[in-house]
């Protein structure tokens, strides 16, 4: 796609800075992101390191002066010439391990991808994951193109009002400025994918984001053939809505799959990152039915061909649609499938709960030959959920895996995190990046000198507490505003004093008020005279969700209160920029999730690879994570019951007993020796085990060679649950 028109301004030396800003590969080599900065260091601010709206906005003088300039050229063409090699080099080690066959490909479904702030394509974990999934993906050259969607108004910002309370704040996405490319049709007009369903069908355009190797094609429905209703359909995340919502999933599954289908794209497998998108299994079970295969044939073919990664633990997170809903918008649909409506709806029952709707994660289930949890525990409570699907067999054996989340290390490693540990690697390992999952070159931490690992991380603390200052030096400057606001937005921390980040999502299970059951406790601990302690807190909460911005209300309340003297802060609108300075800035990662609710948890893992130490309840990750050595775990392993009591208790005597004592136990030179132990510890054992690196492979390893083999013996050789007679799936009425 030539883009070149768009930027008359951009000489034609420097035109590849053009390709690069299109493709988020620069947004996981910080060099590449120095190109953009070194053109002009407060526009790149202003433009929110958002490098196609800089080029924009660059004057042509500013180009002129860097075509002229010989440093500027030679980094550019080094820099260039490594993207070239990375976007053409032949095989990876996909090819290596499986080989180059044709019609190898993938095509992955997700409703929210986190890829960076510059889209706002994302609510949480769950885009997260899938960002990091396509980037993890593309480097190891795993044959992958992506579905998802367009959403113009993106995720909510945050802006909280004197008192704490949440205002969501909407912002448009400017499509001008954003890494995205319309993708258009062979006569050079928009492609245009029609999705039936809905009357009249419902017209969507496609853009398409490059990520690194890998095309991510996103469906946007705001076209102006389209009723303004079904306009917005694709502006914003998560529809509460129950129509809306419906109408959301549809577009995403079944006009995901035309669009691929549009695009020429063939693939010979899907994966369902979580069942909103579990309609495309419908749509492929529709074409091979009208295509003359027998339904319990193409219902092979399809479940062979396809894997589900569930990602809630508990049964509200499964999207359910009643009966009526489904019936007036598949009416017609499953007349094309050639089912009654009993049989079509059974495909979505839940066996526990017939009446309940039709559930999005049984009709993944029925149609996925393979399914996975994100977590060893989660796979547990996975397969006790799931357990009415197979009631022939014990839970414990329902086939459902476990392949535990992993986060793309290039983007959440801190760039100068990075450098340091290619000064110490470099001698034994000098490909310690890219063999960065190898679990023994991490022993190499060791060899970091105590002092200057601390002396980094110091910088990394300053700098995220100049940022919260910073932000409200630039509100003030705007006008006189209350101080306790000032206080609450973090102007009182100190760099020196012992700081423990919380940053998540405001959902009530994640329990962000937990440390505040005993507020003078706290007070207590914060305020002590020489091991005082900071917290600073970060999230959103879903806009309908009342509660979630109430406990946000209430912390917000505590951090502008003159007992805690300034150490509780709240940094407003917790995004992907936001979290890299938090898990790379603070000391200690608190995680009090009500357990087994926490699936799996990532920025945990963001903050162990940058030598911040995680304090958190076994739960999720942290119980395959945590080896005693590595940081703290505390909380009573039984679900149910209050234990907001017992749980509290356990964090105010980790901090007082051991968390805080350890920080202020400083040698003479000033470098506490125990707490750089820990944060070595916690750097050696979790960044290559909870890459994205070691669960892409694992995902590749486990679960596409069947899928692909199920594809290519042109479904003779099927293998996955359901298809296994073994295995045999309750077909209700099917
Ligand atoms: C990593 C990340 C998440 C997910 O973190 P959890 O530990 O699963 O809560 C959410 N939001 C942002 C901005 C992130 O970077």
Redesign the pocket.
Known sequence: MDRHPDFPHVPERLSGLVDLAYNLWWSWHPEARVLFKHLSSPLWKECIHNPVRLLRRLPPEVFAAAAADPDYLHRYDIIMHRFRRYMTAPNGWFQEAYGTGPGLTIAYFSAEY?LHHSLPF????????AGDHLKECSDLHVPVVAVGFMYSEGYLHQHLSADGYQENITERLDREAAPITRVTGEDGEPLVVRVPLMDPPIAAYVWRVDVGRVPLYLLDTDHPENPPACRAISSRLYSGDRELRLQQEIVLGIGGRRMLAALGVEFAAVHLNEGHSAFALLELLRERIEAGVPYEEAVREVRGTSIFTTHTPVPAGFDVFSDELMERAFGRYRDALGLSREQFLALGRHPDAPGAGFNMAMLALRLCGHANAVSERHGAVSRELFAALWPEVPAEQVPLGAIT?G?HLPT?LNPRMASLYDRHFFGTSPNWLEEHDVEAIWALVDGIPDAELWQLHLGLKTKLLNRLRERRRRAFATGAEDPAKFVAEGVLMDPSVLTIGF???FSTY?RADLVFSDPERLRRILTHPTRPVQLIFA?KAHPDDEEGKRILQRIYGFARRPEFEGRIAFMED???Q???YL?HGVDVWL?NPMPPL?A???????AAMNGVVNCSILD?WWLEGYNGRNGWAFGTDVPGGDRTGPDADAVYRLLEEVVAPLYYETGLDGVPGGWVRLMKESIRSCAPQFSARRMVKEYVDRYYPQLLACAATGYRSCTGAGVNEEFALVDEGV
């Open positions: 986190g994302y609510a949480g974990g769950l885009g997260f994951l989340n986060v959440w940053a998540r999502r994640k999230g917790y995004g992907e936001t979290a890299q898990v995680n926490e799996s948890g990532t920025s945990g893992m963001k999720g």
